[in-house]
C-alpha cells in the first residue's frame, strides 16, 4: 500500500459549477497555474461537452499545462459525444486522463437514466473502453456511489477496471455519507472487487452535512489513494471536501495517517486568495487553514502560553501554509526592495510592469493610511493583477449626501478608445445613486443580489473592501474592490461587475445539472 496520496483538483470543475463561480478561460488559466505551483497531481480543467466555453479552458490548460507535471483531466459522461469531445479537447496534453462518469444508485437507475443494472454495466464498460482510445489514465466514477446497493457497486467497478479504468471514483455526490459508513464502503471495495490492486480508489465527497473532509479522510484510511477536493471548498450546493483542509489534517497528523502529498503546503493562502478572487466567494473568517481567524488568538491565557512556547497552542505554525495576519509591515518609508520581499513572501510573482503599478498604488495608499498591513498589500496585487481588458474604467466620481438632501452621484468613465462619458444619479443614498449612475452610463441594468463591505485591517483608516453581486439575464456577476473610501471602492466593485456582464463571454451551460 502506498503511503502517497493524488491530490485530484477539481476546482475548476465541480468548484466553477457552484452559483455564480463561473470563471472565463483566462481566469481558469490563472487559477491552473495556481494548481500547477501548488503541486497537485491532477487537475479537473472542466466539462468539455458542457460548452464551447468549456471545450476551450480544457484545451487551453492541456496545452499550456499538459507537459509541467499535473495531468489534465476532462469529464464526460457515458456517451460517445461527451467522451469524443473529452478525448479532442486533451489532445495536445502529454499527460491526460478521461473521467467517465454514471449513475448507480437504485434512485438515478429508476428516475433519471431508466435503465436497469445490465444496461448501466454495459453503459459503463463500453465508455471505458471509448475513452481508452484516447489515453490509457481513465477514471470511473459511479455517480451517487454512496447510496449504490453494495453488490452492484462491487459489480460496476470491477467490470470497469476490466475494460481499462485506472482510477475508480466513489463519490459521496449528494454528500450524504458518514465517515464511518464511507469507510465501510471502501473496505468493502477493497475486499470484494477481485481486480482492484490494477486500479486507485478515489473519494468524492459533498460537504452537505460539513463532512466531506472527515468522510474523505475516513475512506484514505480505508484504503483510498486519490482524493477528490477543491480549493476553499468550492463546489455545488454546500461545497467539496476542502483540499487545504485534507492536505494539513494528512501533514499535521502523519503521526496517524502515515500518508503524504505532493503539495507546497506554503503557496495554500495564496491559492486560497487567488480562487475567492476570482470567484468573488469570500473566505470565512473562521475557516480552518485560511481563514483571516485561522491563527489568531485572543484568549489573554492562550497568547501568554503562545509567548513562552508556540506549540502549547499552535498545531501548525502559519507560515507553513503561507499565511498572512494582519502583520504590520510596512510604511511610507519602506523602500522599493522591501516592498518587492514583501510581495514574494505573499506567494505573488509579479513582472516588471505590474509591480511597478503596484508599487506607485502602494505609495498613494501609504498618503491615505500611515500603517499598511499584509491585506492591504494582497488587495493592491489583486486589484493590479485580475485587470482584465476591462471596456470601462472609473475616471471621477463624486458624490453628495447627507441627512435632508437627495443622494446623487456624478462619475466620468473611460471607454476603450473613446472619449470621456458623463452622467449622474440620485439614489436612496450614495452608494445606490453610484450604481444608478453606473448603469446609466454602462446601459446596463442589474439586479443587485448581495453588497457586503469589509473591513481589511485593523484601525479607523483600514481600507474596505466592497464585494458586489449582481444578475444580469439570468448570469451572476461579481465584482470587489478596496479602498480607503468604500463610496469609491462600491463603484470600483460595481463597474468590474458590470464589465464581466458586458464581456458576457459564459455561454449557458444546459448540462449544468449533471454532476457527479
Ligand atoms: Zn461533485
Not at 475513452?131 to 453494495?150: M, N, V
Request: hydrophobic letters at 40%.
Amino acid at each position: 500500500m502506498s503511503d502517497r496520496v493524488i491530490i485530484f483538483d477539481t476546482t475548476l470543475r465541480d468548484g466553477e459549477q457552484s452559483p455564480g463561480c463561473s470563471m472565463n478561460t483566462a481566469e481558469k488559466l490563472e487559477v491552473a497555474l495556481a494548481l500547477v505551483e501548488l503541486g497537485v497531481d491532477v487537475i479537473e480543467a472542466g466539462f468539455p461537452i458542457a460548452s464551447p466555453g468549456d471545450f476551450e479552458a480544457v484545451q487551453t490548460i492541456a496545452r499550456q499545462f499538459g507537459d509541467r507535471g499535473p495531468k489534465i483531466c476532462g469529464l464526460a459522461r457515458c456517451r460517445e459525444e461527451d467522451i469524443d469531445r473529452a478525448g479532442s479537447a486533451l489532445q495536445d496534453a502529454q499527460n491526460k486522463r478521461i473521467h467517465v462518469f454514471l449513475a448507480t444508485s437504485s434512485i438515478h437507475r429508476q428516475y433519471k437514466l431508466k435503465m436497469d443494472k445490465a444496461e448501466i454495466v454495459q453503459k459503463a464498460v463500453e465508455s471505458v473502453a471509448r475513452a481508452k482510445a484516447f489515453c490509457d489514465d481513465i477514471e470511473f466514477s459511479p455517480e451517487d456511489a454512496a447510496r449504490t446497493e453494495l453488490d452492484f457497486l462491487c459489480e460496476v467497478v470491477e467490470k470497469a477496471i476490466a475494460a481499462g479504468a485506472t482510477t475508480v471514483n466513489i463519490p459521496d455526490t449528494v454528500g450524504y455519507a458518514t465517515p464511518s459508513q464511507y469507510f465501510h464502503v471502501i473496505s468493502h471495495l477493497k475486499k470484494n472487487v477481485s481486480n482492484i490492486a490494477r486500479a486507485v480508489i478515489s473519494t468524492h465527497c459533498h460537504d452537505d452535512l460539513g463532512l466531506a473532509v472527515a468522510n474523505s479522510l475516513a475512506g484514505l484510511e480505508a484504503g483510498a489513494r486519490q482524493v477528490e477536493c477543491t480549493l476553499n471548498g468550492l463546489g455545488e450546493r454546500a461545497g467539496n471536501a476542502a483540499l487545504e483542509e485534507i492536505v494539513m489534517a494528512l501533514r499535521t497528523r502523519q503521526d496517524h495517517y502515515n500518508l503524504t502529498t505532493g503539495i507546497n503546503t506554503k503557496k495554500l493562502c495564496a491559492a486560497s486568495r487567488l480562487v475567492s478572487t476570482i470567484t468573488g466567494m469570500i473566505v470565512q473568517r473562521n475557516k480552518a487553514i485560511v481563514g483571516q481567524n485561522a491563527f489568531a488568538h485572543e484568549a489573554g491565557i492562550h497568547q501568554h502560553g503562545m509567548l513562552q512556547e508556540r506549540t502549547t497552542y499552535e498545531i501548525m505554525r502559519p507560515e507553513d501554509v503561507g499565511f498572512t495576519g494582519s502583520n504590520l509591515v510596512l510604511g511610507k518609508h519602506s523602500g522599493r526592495h522591501a516592498f518587492r520581499d514583501r510581495i514574494v513572501q505573499l506567494g505573488y510573482q509579479l513582472d516588471e510592469r505590474t509591480f511597478e503599478k503596484v508599487f506607485d498604488d502602494f505609495i498613494a495608499l501609504c498618503d491615505k493610511k500611515k500603517n499598511v498591513y499584509d491585506a492591504d498589500i494582497v488587495a493592491l496585487v489583486e486589484n493590479r493583477s485580475t485587470e482584465a481588458p476591462d471596456r470601462w474604467k472609473l475616471a471621477t466620481l463624486h458624490t453628495s449626501a447627507g441627512t435632508g438632501s437627495i443622494p446623487t452621484a456624478t462619475i466620468q468613465l473611460h471607454e476603450d478608445g473613446q472619449p470621456i462619458v458623463c452622467d449622474a444619479a440620485i439614489g436612496d443614498g450614495p452608494v445606490d445613486a453610484v450604481f444608478n449612475a453606473l448603469e446609466r452610463i454602462t446601459g446596463i441594468s442589474a439586479r443587485l443580489q448581495n453588497y457586503q463591505v469589509r473591513s481589511l485591517s485593523v484601525g479607523k483608516e483600514a481600507q474596505g473592501e466592497v464585494l458586489v453581486e449582481i444578475v444580469h439575464n439570468n448570469h451572476v456577476f461579481h465584482g470587489k474592490a478596496a479602498s480607503t473610501d468604500i463610496i469609491e471602492a462600491s463603484a470600483q466593485a460595481y463597474l468590474k461587475a458590470l464589465n464581466k456582464a458586458a464581456a458576457n463571454r459564459h455561454t449557458q451551460k444546459p448540462l449544468h445539472a449533471q454532476h457527479e
